[in-house]
C-alpha cells in the first residue's frame, strides 16, 4: 500500500489539527508527528521535518475498511472527523454534490476500487478476501479486529469463540494422557 498516500485536502486539514499546539486533545499525535522538529523560541521549525507516516496510515485503514458507520468518537474529535467526512464523502462535500475531478474524494474512491477489502481489484487483497471469505467467519473476525470503536473490537475470549476457530478445536470427548502437555486455546474457550 506504499503507493496510497492521504489525499492533499485531506492531509492539509488533519496537519492543521494535530500539528496546531493550541489544540490540547491532539498532544500524542503531535508529538509522534513532530519528533524530530526543533524550534525557535518563535516557534519556526530550525531543523527537521514533520513525520507525515499518521495521515497515511489513517487514510490507509479507511481505503482498506471504509469510513466507519459508527461515529464514535464524532464528540470527541469532531474536527477530524468533519475533515474526513468532508473530503472524502460524495454524499457531504459541497452540499451533496460531487466535487471535481481531481480531488480528494476522486482519489479515494480510486484507492478503495483498487484496494478495499470488500471489493478492490488489487491482487493481493482480492487473493487474501477470497482466502477469508472461504474460512467459516474470517471477514467478520477481520473486521472486528480492525474496528475503529475499541469497544466493538474483538476481544481475545471473542477471537478463540468466532466461528473462525471453530476448527481448531478439539472433539468435546477427546482425552489426554497423564504425561501429555497440552499446548491448547481451547481451555479458553467458551464454546466445544
Not at 477530524?80 to 466535487?99: F, T
Not at 483498487?114 to 477481520?142: D, F, P, T
Amino acid at each position: 500500500l506504499e503507493e496510497v498516500v492521504c489525499p492533499p485536502m485531506l492531509k492539509k486539514r488533519l496537519k492543521v489539527i494535530w500539528e496546531n499546539e493550541n489544540v490540547t486533545q491532539y498532544s500524542v499525535m503531535r508529538s509522534i508527528i513532530l519528533a524530530d522538529v526543533y524550534k525557535d523560541e518563535r516557534g519556526h521549525i530550525v531543523e527537521g521535518e514533520p513525520d507525515e507516516t499518521l495521515y497515511d496510515t489513517l487514510y490507509r485503514f479507511i481505503v482498506l475498511f471504509g469510513i466507519p458507520e459508527e461515529k464514535f468518537e464524532q464528540k470527541k474529535c469532531p474536527l477530524v472527523w468533519r475533515a474526513i467526512m468532508e473530503s472524502l464523502c460524495a454524499n457531504n462535500a459541497n452540499g451533496g454534490r460531487r466535487q471535481k475531478q481531481g480531488t480528494d474524494l476522486t482519489q479515494f474512491e480510486r484507492d478503495c476500487e483498487k484496494y478495499s477489502v470488500l471489493y478492490g481489484s488489487n491482487y493481493h487483497i482480492s487473493r487474501a478476501r477470497e482466502a477469508l471469505q472461504s474460512m467459516s467467519g474470517g471477514i467478520e473476525l477481520l473486521f472486528q479486529l480492525c474496528s475503529f470503536d475499541p469497544t466493538y473490537r474483538a476481544t481475545a475470549l471473542q477471537v478463540l469463540n468466532s466461528p473462525f476457530m471453530a476448527s481448531l478445536r478439539e472433539p468435546e470427548k477427546f482425552q489426554y494422557g497423564e504425561d501429555s502437555t497440552v499446548f491448547s486455546y481451547t481451555a479458553f474457550s467458551t464454546h466445544r
